[in-house]
């Protein structure tokens, strides 16, 4: 059974740039949500998708945005990349937004903006 | 405004010991809240769960304590192990809200001296 996989690992980009990075939900799960991790820091929320639609959003500018595929699969898309954008990002998957399921985490993406 | 708190950012415990985690909440909406434990290089794991109607729950060596009136909750881990080294994140969400997001606490960093 196959866990929440994202990609890539590592990516550096410089400041300006776009990034796209991708998560394949753990199988049977049709919700993603996506988390920006600073160092030293929790997980902050950025946004969640469920059926193809974004359903809620955290205090992330408009230069963060995500799409849902019928597959249940999801990108998050970066532009104008920023210093402060270097972190680690963290695709997280669950049954049915709004339920008792817990979310199933990613191993992230490391970002870093030069 | 961190609506889910860990002032205790690391903890150091012998093995064989009990190891208590504390984290406080804000918003008395919350009504579903989890622990998580994260190893370095790989997401969160989840590790177990209470909902706002039970004060207690128990998963072999971990058990979640929770005092709504407080808004405070607790995590047991007896006897504490060498591999519980980790950082542990506290999380919450509102269920009874559909699409609901899991706020996450800054953690706390368990060192378990062997």
């Known amino acids: 059974d196959a866990g929440v996989t994202q990609s890539p690992t590592h990516l550096i980009k410089t400041r300006g740039q776009q990034v796209t990075l991708r998560c394949s939900p753990k199988?049977?799960?049709?919700?993603v949500s996506w988390y920006q991790q600073a160092l030293g820091q929790g997980p902050q929320f950025i946004f969640q998708y469920y059926e193809e639609e974004e359903r809620q959003r955290g205090n992330f500018p408009d230069r963060f945005s995500g799409h849902q595929f019928p597959n249940y699969s999801s990108e998050l898309n970066v532009n104008a990349l920023l210093l402060g954008d270097s972190a680690l990002y963290l695709c997280a998957s669950s049954l049915r937004g709004g339920s008792y399921s817990p979310l199933h985490f990613g191993n992230g993406t490391r970002l870093t903006v030069t | 405004d961190q609506q889910v708190k860990q002032n205790s950012p690391s903890l150091s415990v012998q093995e064989g010991r009990i190891s208590i985690l504390n984290c406080d909440y804000t918003?008395?909406?919350?009504?579903?809240f989890l622990w998580y434990k994260k190893y370095p290089a790989e997401g969160p794991t989840f590790l177990i769960s209470?909902?706002?109607?039970?004060d207690k729950n128990e998963d072999g060596r971990f058990t979640v304590f929770l005092n709504k009136s407080a808004k405070h909750l607790s995590l047991h881990i007896v006897p504490s192990q060498p591999g519980d080294s980790a950082v542990y994140f506290c999380?919450?969400?509102?269920?009874?809200?559909?699409?609901?997001?899991?706020?996450f606490g800054p953690g706390t960093s368990l060192s378990v001296i062997p």
């Open positions: 199988s049977g799960h049709d919700t």
């Open positions: 918003n008395s909406m919350f009504d579903y």
């Open positions: 209470i909902s706002s109607i039970k």
């Open positions: 999380a919450a969400k509102r269920v009874k809200t559909s699409y609901d997001k899991v706020i």
